[in-house]
């Protein structure tokens, strides 16, 4: 269907900050069907993309970076804390695994969410951070989960979501310029949009279709998560790949954006639906809409990759 050259998603709002970190200057825009951001004033064949922190941050992606090792895990040597990398299983697990799925209920945005929690989880050991996303977060991923999926063999593709406050003075609730952990309520004045990563780098293991989304310190200002897909036709659905004795680098899964000192919750879109690795006080989760279909076991598979992970999560 054709597009509608005048559609207009905020029609009401006049300008755009064109960078957050100087608000004076401002630029007027609007918003086509897909999500995107067109400034106004652009010259003809400029790209339709805000601008964001430095030249180039949109596109740079940086190669993987290896150097620097975390503690043990496992008696293997877990990846560093680099480039973010995703991963979507390709081979399904061995049948009659005994764990159990962990499942609860959260409601965010008077949205009822099915929750299943890792249960090697220790309080006692855990790091305590929280990484979840809002339903700011969420609503600007579940609009524009299209633009990333995969209907066929890949290759993956990915987003960041944006958040972009009209008003850019301190307000009361506002953490650190570095919080990633969003607040679940107050919407107020500030919209969340997704950016897709144009330049990530695609891969493969014998195992997993994987996504390299670029270095957290090249994100564009105000990036507060992730989003990737898995190919529909050979994935495992949305279940992540585990394999720490992969060389050159281990494959850890889906979770690489919560560790570090800006963690991120990663969306994970497979098959029209949409998933969230997520930390909750140190908690590693995967949350998913109540009522979202899954396949046979795919339950009980991600339940087995949360267990594993979580020691990711440890305190140092």
């Known amino acids: 269907m ?53 030249s180039g941050d949109l596109a740079r992606v940086g190669i993987l970076n290896w150097h620097e090792l975390d503690p043990r895990l496992d008696g293997r040597s877990a990846p560093p804390i680099g480039d973010i990398v995703a991963t979507g299983a390709q081979r399904p697990l061995a049948e009659g695994a005994k764990e159990s799925v962990t499942i609860t209920r959260k409601t965010i945005g008077g949205v009822d969410y099915d929750v299943i929690s890792s249960n090697t989880y220790d309080p006692a050991l855990s790091n305590g951070v929280t990484a979840m996303p809002n339903a700011g977060a969420i609503a600007a991923m579940n609009r524009d989960k299209r633009q990333i999926a995969v209907a066929g063999s890949g290759p993956e593709r990915g987003t960041r979501i944006i958040r972009l406050p009209f008003h850019l003075g301190a307000k009361k609730g506002d953490g650190p310029a570095n919080e990633r952990n969003l607040p679940l ?15 990530a780098k695609p891969g493969s293991t ?91 076991n795919e339950a009980k598979k991600i339940q087995e990759r949360l267990d594993l992970q979580q020691s990711l999560f440890h305190r140092k």
């Open 2 to 54: 054709a597009k509608n050259p005048y559609f207009d998603r905020y029609g009401g709002i006049k300008s755009l900050p064109d960078d957050p970190l100087n608000p004076l200057q401002r630029r007027p825009f609007k918003v086509d069907e897909d999500g995107n951001v067109i400034h106004l004033d652009s010259k003809p064949g400029a790209g339709n993309l805000p601008d964001h922190g430095r």
């Open 185 to 199: 309520a107050d919407l107020r004045d500030e919209i969340y949009y997704s950016l897709p990563i144009i330049d």
């Open 206 to 296: 014998a195992t997993a279709s994987t996504l390299n989304l670029g270095s957290p310190g090249e994100f564009p200002t105000g990036t507060v998560a992730l989003g990737h897909a898995h190919p529909d036709t050979i994935s495992d659905g949305m279940v992540d790949d585990w394999d720490p004795s992969h060389k050159p680098h281990p494959i850890i899964g889906d979770v690489g954006s919560l560790r570090g000192n800006d963690p991120m919750p990663m969306a994970t879109v497979s098959e029209d639906r949409v998933g969230w690795h997520q930390l909750e006080n140190g908690r590693l989760q995967f949350m998913y809409p109540a009522g979202t279909k899954l396949r046979p």
